[in-house]
């Protein structure tokens, strides 16, 4: 994918840092890991750190998904992130107005072409019945508990930067013998474009 979409997506990444507040409850102390900043984030627990990168057991999580192009220019990005950054702003079943949460997930299939990459907003646990979507390419979606393996790195990233973490991170399993899902590559993105220390990005493998 081309730069231009990535930095498009930072920009309307922007659009919602007015309405974040903080819950509990985000790693195995109650408290949301630094990483996360202000705004809530998925359960997790530690499982083992290894040199560079993590297993974590997540807990069970609900999401707000729509397909993403990867096409020309990296627009299908920006589409995809307004359809999500709509849904959260008002376009549901009840007009709710619903806090931004981090990550944003994309999950790209390597293997099966028919699939296209999605987006994802993580929804908070405390929204019991999430409002169903207005625009039919959105969905809701509950995720079980899974496992994942975690390669972290800051800086402002790009569709380059996490392919190369992503590759960084399947060599690195490979090496230690490690099981892994190779048919899904995760990325998860946690700031805003005005952020310019301590950003956070990160590539998952679903742990076998």
Not at 98 to 124: C, G, H, W
Not at 137 to 153: G, H, K, Q, R
């Amino acid at each position: 994918m081309n730069n231009m979409g990535p930095l498009l997506l930072l920009s309307f990444l922007s659009l919602s840092g007015t309405t974040v507040r903080a819950e509990e409850g985000a790693s195995t102390n109650g408290e949301f890991p630094e990483f996360c900043g202000k705004q809530e984030c998925p359960k997790f627990r530690l499982v083992q750190k290894y040199d560079s990168f993590e297993l974590r057991a997540y807990e069970g999580t609900q999401w707000v998904t729509t397909e993403m192009n990867d096409g020309f220019l990296g627009f299908g990005m920006v589409t995809s992130f307004r359809r999500l950054f709509n849904y959260i702003s008002g376009k549901n079943s009840q007009g709710l107005k619903i806090e931004m949460t981090v990550p944003v997930l994309i999950q790209y299939p390597l293997k099966d072409t028919r699939r296209n990459a999605t987006m994802s907003f993580f929804l908070s646990p405390s929204l019991v019945n999430p409002p169903q979507p207005q625009d039919p390419a959105v969905y809701l979606e509950n995720t079980p508990p899974v496992s994942v393996y975690v390669l972290s790195f800051g800086g402002y990233a790009l569709d380059y930067d996490y392919k190369k973490k992503a590759k960084a991170l399947a060599e690195k399993l490979g090496k230690q013998g490690l099981s892994f899902d190779d048919s899904v590559r995760t990325t998860a993105g946690y700031n805003d474009p005005f952020t310019l220390l301590n950003r956070h990005n990160e590539v998952w493998y679903k742990a076998k």
